[in-house]
């Protein structure tokens, strides 16, 4: 059974930095690419970004550049660092297990993922 649990949430002002953090259960958290998804009221969930098995990272469009993902296989943890955050990042954020691919980026391509953390932005 694995379980994701996401951490580091909260409301913080546009421009501002947070760190979100997802712990992991399972012996073979290595062997999986991890992702970070969000959804905002309303809206479809959208994917963020992913970090393959081997550390190779893929992101969204609007999210390039600002930010980072990163993966520490010895603490079965995956981490989100997003800078100068804007309204428009206002979601609730998922991390999740990728099942098939190297670097999966639709919802389906996932198997495992954990409650939320909501994140609030304001301008």
């Known amino acids: 059974q694995v379980q994701l649990v996401e951490s580091g949430g909260g409301l913080v002002q546009a421009g501002a930095s947070l760190r979100l953090s997802c712990a992991a259960t399972?012996?073979?958290?290595?062997?999986?690419?991890m992702g970070w998804f969000r959804q905002a009221p309303g809206k479809e969930r959208e994917f963020v970004a992913v970090?393959?098995?081997?550390?190779?990272?893929y992101y969204a469009d609007s999210v390039k550049g600002r930010f980072t993902i990163s993966r520490d296989n010895a603490k079965n943890r995956v981490y989100l660092q997003m800078n100068s955050l804007k309204p428009e990042d206002t979601a609730v954020y998922y991390c999740?297990?990728?099942?098939?691919?190297?670097?999966?980026?639709?919802?389906?391509?996932?198997?495992?993922w954990g409650q939320g953390t909501q994140v609030t932005v304001s301008s």
């Open positions: 970090v393959s098995w081997s550390g190779t990272t």
């Open positions: 399972g012996r073979t958290f290595s062997s999986y690419a």
């Open positions: 999740a297990r990728g099942r098939i691919g190297t670097l999966p980026s639709e919802p389906y391509e996932y198997d495992y």
